[in-house]
């Protein structure tokens, strides 16, 4: 059998035509080489899951402030210690994602368009505050209030979340449009309108601190308040044309493409959160049809999917304890990454990696003789369900819209390093599609693909 190295796959690229046929990546993500390894990339599992905290209640948001993480779930705000251990600190009534903010000693809360101050080890409604608001963010000493449905925000007193002078309002006024949500990045405030951004700073005035930044205006509007997030010294946000950007200054720089874009057209729900994991920095965007992360070290998309669900279970993220702590939107739970953990707290993980499609130059039929998977072989467990762990192979001959039956390979026992996952009278095909899937809890990484097509 004679193989060649067929086109890897290392993002998902599946677009609205399967016949044009793009790879597909779900639960894995792929890792440029340094220059000197076998190939160019290599394909690795997202690390498992395991509890850090049962909170008894959907989390709704996340937040670090200090070395303390705070979490609102249910209709509580808690704090959760680097121990696992929750103490409710108060009430937060309401439904949905909250959006949360600090100044150090005290936390802002919006929660259903209403905003909450944690302060003094007490949650409290702001006299003063209007009475809806969307959204929060923190800028120089001051908690910045959007109002609802509204081109208005307001200030709370200096270094005093909780005492707010109702003349201290302004407004957002370089577009007749309402605000979506507000960021602070690099001391600018940035006023996300549902058609424009408007970027304003601290200019130091005595009767109203904050002031526009001259011409720093973006005709670029915002989608979801939710899907606003810092990372990697810059803003990403889904823009009102349903396009993903990173501000780079005051541009805002297209990062999604046509099959992310295509992805996400139907969704109805956007938010977002960041990680970083072994070097990698993700944009993990939340939709109500689906999860996608990207992967900022290579500019790379790939798909995220929780057992028997449409998305990842995950729904928050925050950098805290030395780890970062995962809050699951659709149960209870708080969890860790562990690298050497291949479940979410003891459910299946599913690897898929389907990859670009193989024909020849002239369109002709081909044979396939064979078609090897390199792999992380050897790695089986000593009993139990990966102890001969395998990988399963389909493929498909019509762009997608049908697959062949499952055909299984092992990928080696605990030791069995040298295990090669070959498939061999693959028939004919004119053009075709592998894919590959792993649930066996075990390690998983690909190395490239073979085949034997003439």
Not at 232 to 252: A, E, K, M, Q, T
């Amino acid at each position: 059998m004679v193989l060649t190295k067929t086109k890897p796959a290392i993002q998902s690229s599946v677009g609205r035509y399967g016949h044009w046929g793009g790879a597909g990546l779900v639960n894995c993500f792929a890792e440029r080489g340094d220059g000197d390894q076998r190939d160019l990339f290599m394909v690795m599992a997202i690390p498992g899951l395991v509890e850090f905290c049962d909170l008894g209640a959907t989390p709704r948001g996340t937040h670090r402030m200090g070395d303390t993480l705070y979490v609102v779930a249910g209709n509580a705000l808690y704090s959760v210690s680097s121990a696992g251990v929750a103490t409710s600190l108060g009430s937060i009534p309401g439904t949905g994602r909250v959006k949360m903010a600090d100044n150090g000693t005290e936390i802002g809360i919006v929660s259903s368009n209403v905003g909450y101050v944690y302060s003094g080890g007490v949650v409290t409604t702001p006299a003063n505050l209007p009475a809806a608001v969307s959204d929060v963010a923190y800028s120089d000493g001051y908690m910045l209030w959007t109002v609802a449905d509204s081109d208005q925000f307001v200030i709370s007193s200096l270094n005093d979340a909780v005492t707010h002078d109702p003349l201290d309002i302004a407004t957002v006024e370089g577009s007749p449009d309402s605000l979506v949500g507000v960021m602070v990045d690099h001391r600018e405030v940035q006023f996300y309108g549902k058609r424009s951004i408007e970027i304003w700073y601290n200019s130091g005035a005595s009767d109203f601190p904050f002031e526009r930044q001259g011409n720093a205006f973006i005709e670029r509007g915002c989608l979801a308040r939710d899907a606003i997030v810092k990372m990697d010294n810059s803003v990403y946000f889904i823009g009102d044309d349903r396009i993903i950007y990173r501000l780079d200054g005051y541009s805002p720089i297209r990062v999604s493409t046509h099959a992310i874009e295509t992805a996400i057209e139907d969704a109805t729900d956007f938010w977002a959160f960041t990680h970083t994991q072994g070097g990698h920095k993700f944009y993990v965007l939340c939709t109500d049809v689906g999860t996608h992360a990207l992967d900022v070290s290579t500019g790379l998309w790939a798909e995220r999917k929780s057992d028997a669900m449409a998305n990842w279970r995950v729904g928050f993220a925050e950098s805290v304890y030395g780890t970062t702590v995962f809050a699951d939107h659709t149960g209870t739970k708080l969890y860790t990454p562990d690298p050497d953990i291949f479940t979410e707290d003891g459910d299946t993980i599913s690897m898929e990696i389907t990859l670009p499609t193989v024909e020849s130059q002239d369109r002709r039929r081909l044979t396939c003789y064979g078609f090897e998977y390199l792999c992380e072989a050897g790695s089986g467990l000593n009993s139990g369900q990966g102890s001969d762990p395998q990988a399963m192979l389909t493929y498909s001959d019509d762009g997608g819209h049908t697959w062949s039956n499952e055909m299984w390979r092992t990928m080696g026992g605990i030791g069995q390093y040298r295990t090669r996952a070959i498939w061999r009278r693959l028939g004919q095909f004119r053009q075709r599609q592998f894919k590959i899937v792993m649930t066996d809890p075990v390690r998983r990484a690909s190395y490239g693909y073979l085949v034997d097509a003439r």
